[in-house]
């Protein structure tokens, strides 16, 4: 079985797309390819059947967010190869990363909330 986005990680995804004016996919038209976890955070690599692409190395407009469950700030960043998203990085700011992770409240006029 292929292993999915997380609820936080399909969010973020989402975040993107709305901010470059793209159809968010499905969330099972994603496949996580690898992912590791530590105490402060997250980086998963994907693919997409329906590629997400971005000029540069780095997507860091993803607005912070703040875990509903435990109110710790977390942040993101996305990565890009060869101009196609291919992985997701969640970090806390110097605390533990949130258990549970989700739901979270993004900042600035954020829309998606968990």
Not at 8 to 30: I, R
Not at 52 to 68: F, G, T, V, W
Not at 77 to 106: C, Q, T
């Amino acid at each position: 079985m292929t292993e999915r986005l997380t609820s936080l990680e399909y969010a973020v995804v989402s975040k993107f797309c709305g901010q470059q004016g793209l159809d968010v996919p499905n969330p099972h038209e994603f496949a996580v390819t690898f992912r590791d976890r530590n105490p402060v955070g997250f980086m998963t690599e994907i693919s997409c059947v329906k590629p997400l692409s971005y000029s540069r190395r780095a997507y860091e407009q993803i607005p912070d967010a703040i875990s509903l469950a435990v109110g710790t700030e977390i942040g993101f960043v996305l990565f890009f190869k060869d101009g196609l998203l291919n992985a997701i990085e969640g970090y806390s700011y110097g605390e533990e990363w949130p258990e549970p992770e989700w739901p979270v409240r993004f900042r600035e006029g954020s829309d998606q909330t968990g």
